[in-house]
Nanobody, 127 residues
């Protein structure tokens, strides 16, 4: 079992930045590839970013590429999502997710590729 708790969400103006954190507990965190997803009101949950077990491989949705950065600190059992140049369309509940596997192919963007989920943190970007 892996328990995930997100934090760092909030209200920010367009063009601003936020850093989300996801603290993991339970089984060995460093053996899990991790991902971030988001769900806007009235929309399906969508892939944002993913990172493999040691941070060597990262992948991003086209909509956030160049603005968001996923990273991890295995010593702290934490994965981060640095979000810069935020836009109103980035407004959503952001979820952290963990795979059982340590790797994550670039095309694994579906929710079903992830086993453990956090409760989500709200990000609101005002125009």
């Amino acid at each position: 079992q892996v328990q995930l708790v997100e934090s760092g969400g909030g209200l920010v103006q367009a063009g601003g930045s936020l850093r989300l954190s996801c603290a993991a507990s339970g089984r060995t965190f460093s053996s899990n590839a991790m991902g971030w997803f988001r769900q806007a009101p009235g929309k399906e949950r969508e892939f944002v970013a993913a990172i493999n077990w040691n941070g060597d491989n990262t992948y991003y949705a086209d909509s956030v590429k160049g603005r968001f950065t996923i990273s991890r600190d295995n010593a702290k059992n934490t994965v981060y999502l640095q979000m810069n140049s935020l836009k109103p369309e980035d407004t959503a509940v952001y979820y952290c997710a963990a795979r059982i596997s340590s790797s994550v192919p670039y095309y694994y963007t579906g929710e079903y590729h992830y086993t453990y989920w956090g409760q989500g943190t709200q990000v609101t970007v005002s125009s």
